[in-house]
């Protein structure tokens, strides 16, 4: 049996509680509840998490890079959309 | 093996205890109904309060004085716009479907922040908005962002960080009025005049008579009372006005040197419970032009959805 039969599965970990899952990873796995056996196994020996998603990685969709200068032009040119942009005089506080 | 005891008075105490070190509850816990529920509500009516509160800004959009100006206020709506997208987000965490809420919303079941029943008369009225409303709702946000529902204290950090500018560019405009002719000077004045009692208003009635503040505290949702924070509004809002040279409405306010925080007159709350109520001047505006604008969406989603299985369909096919 080959491994390359196995689907692969994006792995995911909140490190503490409140904080957003990160990705950390992937891994072969022949369905959902096994990969999140292996990822325990492979990704947290050392506690590195609370919780764990699974993801099969043929249902992530991912903008492309190369593509980034298009995808992200209209947001180049909009500087106000900064806090930055904006002066507030010394006298006033709180802004 | 540890035998896991799922009692709910087990699950209770261990949900009492995430609460008491502060530890954020995620949405695959256990959580007392209520509390989901107390979420579930206050998360929506955040989040139809971000998209009602795109109409009285967007209402002049087309009438900025500038190019400029339109350029800041089509970016600050579109943020708003988003901050109803995560929050919306956000209650379909706790099991509350996105088609349940926009029904809730339109059928005066859910509210949103009664602010947004004013209307904008004029273009000082954006100035007044971005300054006087988007610093409340900044100051209750910044709250949140500390808030024991994870995703909500998530959604809450994110949208924090966007509003960073929709204070300032408010307060610019205002100061622009301010300097400029005794015209201009006069639509500031008359915007303050109108915006600083209901913004008062927006941190909800008073903790005397506020049912849910309580316990919204003692579940961590909330991390101050009503009144605290229209305190710190006031503190924090009123040297503003002095630097306009500008009048904020209310001949009681003034600087109590020994409490160290201004002392302000009595909010007229019979206002505020009837525009809850739905009798606000433009109350029944924002729900028809809601109503109107998810219905003349219609063919956007039917288009989508077409495409979807269209492309389905080829992919099939082939
Ligand atoms: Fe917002
Ligand atoms: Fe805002």
Same mark, same amino acid.
């Given at each position: ?20 899952? *990160? ?6 796995? /022949?369905? =959902? !509840? +096994?990969?999140?056996? &292996? ?16 993801? *099969? ?6 903008? /492309?890079? =190369? !593509? +980034?200068?298009?995808? &992200? ?23 | ?318």
């Amino acid at each position: 049996m080959s491994d390359h039969k196995l689907p692969l599965f994006e792995v995911f970990i909140r490190s503490r509680r409140g904080l957003d899952h *990160k990705h950390v990873g992937s891994l072969h796995a /022949q369905d =959902h !509840e +096994a990969a999140l056996g &292996y990822a325990r196994d492979v990704y947290t020996r050392r506690n590195e998490g609370v919780s764990i998603w699974v993801v *099969k990685s043929e249902d992530i969709v991912a903008s /492309q890079e =190369h !593509e +980034a200068e298009s995808f &992200y032009d209209p947001m180049d040119d909009k500087v106000y959309r900064h806090a930055s942009f904006y002066e507030v005089p010394d006298e006033v506080k709180h802004m | 093996m540890k035998t896991h005891n799922s009692s709910i008075e087990h699950l209770q105490a261990e949900f009492d205890a995430r609460i008491a070190e502060d530890a954020k509850i995620e949405p695959k816990d256990w959580m007392p109904a209520a509390y989901r529920k107390t979420l579930i509500r206050q998360i929506s009516q955040h989040a139809h309060s971000e998209v009602i509160g795109m109409q009285p800004e967007g209402n002049w959009i087309t009438r900025a004085p500038s190019l400029r100006r339109k350029a800041v206020l089509m970016a600050k709506v579109q943020d708003e716009a988003g901050h109803g997208l995560y929050l919306y987000s956000a209650a379909e965490t706790l099991g509350m479907s996105r088609d349940q809420m926009i029904a809730d919303l339109q059928s005066g079941k859910a509210k949103y922040s009664s602010i947004f029943n004013y209307p904008t008369l004029s273009w000082a009225d954006i100035g007044a908005i971005g300054w006087l409303v988007d610093g409340a709702a900044i100051m209750n946000q910044v709250m949140l962002c500390r808030c024991s529902y994870g995703p909500y204290s998530r959604g809450m950090v994110r949208i924090c960080k966007e509003e960073s500018f929709h204070q300032r560019q408010g307060f610019e405009i205002m100061l622009t009025l301010a300097q400029g002719s005794e015209e201009q000077k006069a639509m500031a004045q008359d915007a303050l005049n109108r915006w600083w009692w209901p913004s008062l208003m927006m941190f909800g009635p008073p903790d005397s008579e506020s049912a849910n503040t309580e316990q919204s505290m003692a579940w961590r949702i909330k991390r101050q009372t009503n009144d605290e924070l229209r305190q710190r509004f006031v503190d924090q809002t009123t040297p503003q006005a002095d630097y306009l040279g500008l009048t904020i409405p209310d001949p009681d306010l003034k600087w109590d040197a020994e409490a160290g925080h201004y002392q302000f007159g009595e909010v007229d709350w019979d206002e505020f419970w009837q525009v809850v109520k739905g009798n606000g001047i433009c109350n029944r505006d924002r729900i028809r032009q809601h109503v109107k604008a998810h219905e003349d969406g219609t063919w956007v989603r039917e288009a989508a959805q077409a495409h979807a299985e269209r492309k389905a369909a080829a992919a099939e096919a082939a």
